[in-house]
């Protein structure tokens, strides 16, 4: 699926996407203005094809030898975007590096041009990346393009299902090729997320909620609960406002929560569990 520059969605002729093509590549929310963003080549050769991948997708990127084009699910992908948590910044000479981590590992982004808008990111907020896979030295790392801070958090929902769904997109191709049993191809060891189920789909957890009708932040906030380590006392509420970061009121959530029976609490008012858990 081909993007053009970074936004318009375009796997192929034969790709069916489950998603609006504003959603490509985060372009499908309202603070993504393209005019503020760089211009890139517009050529559509393999080098210029963006793709939405995790991080652990592009640390297990391989290639047939040092100047060939890194292969992911194998297809050959150039440039790659991903979103994350912005751990680290340091400013060289030469260049910016950063640490950014989204949950199946962390990888180390370098910029070379300053840019003033790269002067806003800020640590432990969630950013956009942009740029292709480079190897210096045995380690993998991103050049990057372009860096932006993410301001609605549902964009990094909408980014791991896009993941999701052009893994499945390539491997099914694959499986069909080879006689496999497609659907049940790797996704939770490929994007490195093991709460997704060996079907391929996301695991029940929306069927479940579904009769529920939670908005986004909600939702956010019972894929939180869900997706830490499950406990008898539950989560804190620390640790589930550090998942769902900021743009989200977790007090009206959980108590909404509370209220319709989806949640309780545990060995105090402040860590919360899941009624599903129980099930």
């Known amino acids: 699926m081909a993007y053009d520059a ?8 034969d790709f069916n996407s ?22 890139v080549d ?3 050769g393999a080098g210029n094809k963006l793709r939405p991948v995790t991080i652990k997708q592009i640390l297990n990127a391989s290639q047939v030898h040092a100047d060939a084009e890194f292969k992911i699910d194998g297809v050959e992908v150039g440039q790659v975007t991903f979103v994350g948590v ?54 993998i790392y991103i050049a990057s393009q372009y860096i932006r801070t993410i301001k ?29 049993n497609a659907p049940g191809y790797g996704t939770s060891n490929a994007l490195g997320y093991n709460n997704i189920s ?28 869900h997706s830490a380590p499950e406990t008898n006392e539950g989560v804190h ?21 509370q209220q319709e029976g989806i949640i309780y609490t545990t060995i105090d008012e402040n860590h919360f569990k899941s009624v599903l858990q129980d099930q």
Do not use: C
């Open 86 to 139: 912005l751990r680290n910044i340091h400013a060289q000479t030469t260049n910016t590096t950063y640490q950014i981590e989204d949950g199946t590992g962390m990888i180390e982004v370098r910029h070379w041009e300053h840019i003033d808008a790269l002067s806003e990111l800020a640590t432990d907020t969630y950013v956009r990346v942009y740029g292709n896979i480079k190897i210096f030295s045995g380690k």
């Open 198 to 225: 060996s079907n391929g789909a996301a695991n029940s957890l929306e069927q479940k909620l579904a009769e529920y009708s939670l908005t986004p932040a909600q939702m956010t906030v019972m894929q939180a609960i």
């Open 18 to 39: 489950a998603f609006s093509p504003g959603m490509g590549g985060g372009a499908g929310f309202n603070e993504y203005d393209q005019s503020s963003q760089p211009s």
């Open 152 to 180: 609605d958090h549902n964009e990094v929902h909408f980014h791991f299902l896009e993941a999701i769904a052009v893994h499945l997109h390539f491997t099914q191709k694959a499986n069909a090729v080879n006689g496999a």
């Open 237 to 257: 509420v620390r640790q589930l406002a550090q998942s769902v970061g900021p743009g989200i009121d977790l007090t009206a959530v959980t108590d909404f929560l």
């Open 42 to 44: 517009r050529q559509q």
């Open 6 to 13: 970074f936004g318009k969605p375009g796997y192929g002729p």
